[in-house]
C-alpha cells in the first residue's frame, strides 16, 4: 500500500484549483472573501497561524477494500479562516465550503490520482464569545486509489 503521495498530491490540487473557484463564486455571490494564502500538509492548530486565510490536508484514515481492489483514505481538508465582523466571516467559510465541494466535483479524480473523490461532510468551527473572529470549517473527503 503506498498512498502517502495523495495527501501531497491534493494539497497540490487545491492549490492549483482552490483560489480560482473562491474567487469565482465569491464575486457571483457579491461577498468579500480573501484567497488562501498557504497551503500545507499536516496539522497545525487553525486558532495560532500567522498566515489566514490557510488551507492544510490532513491525513484522517485509510482502509484497505479488498473487494474492490482499492485504498480507500479518508483526508480532512481544513481553511483556517480570519475576518473581521461574524457576517463576514460565516460568509467566507460559506464560499469555502461551496468551492472546496465544487473542485471535488468538477474533477473527481483529482487531475487524474484517483479512482473518485467525494466530499463527505463539512464542520463549521466559530469562534467562542470574545474570542479572535477565526473560524475552520473542515471538509473530510473519501479518495478511492485504484490498487491495479
Known amino acids: 500500500m ?9 494539497k ?3 492549490e492549483q484549483n ?14 468579500a472573501c480573501a484567497a488562501a494564502k498557504a497551503f500545507w500538509v499536516g496539522w497545525r492548530d ?3 497561524l500567522k498566515d489566514y486565510n490557510s488551507v492544510f ?3 484522517d484514515t485509510l482502509k484497505r477494500n479488498d473487494d474492490a481492489v482499492t485504498d480507500d483514505v479518508s483526508i480532512a481538508i481544513i ?17 469555502y465550503a461551496d468551492a ?15 479512482f473518485e473523490a467525494n466530499v463527505i461532510d463539512f464542520d463549521f468551527s466559530l469562534p467562542a464569545p470574545g474570542s479572535p473572529l477565526i473560524g475552520a470549517l473542515t471538509a473530510i473527503i473519501m479518495v478511492r486509489m485504484d490498487r491495479i
Open 100 to 114: 472546496i465541494a465544487t473542485v471535488i466535483e468538477d474533477d473527481p479524480t483529482l487531475g487524474g490520482v484517483a
Open 18 to 31: 482552490l483560489n480560482s473557484k473562491i474567487e469565482a463564486l465569491a464575486t457571483d455571490a457579491n461577498i
Open 46 to 48: 487553525p486558532f495560532n
Open 2 to 10: 503506498k498512498i502517502w503521495n495523495i495527501y501531497r498530491t491534493v
Open 79 to 95: 481553511a483556517a479562516l480570519k475576518s473581521p465582523t461574524p457576517d463576514s466571516l460565516s460568509d467566507q467559510m460559506g464560499i
Open 12 to 14: 497540490g490540487y487545491l
Open 57 to 59: 490536508v490532513v491525513p
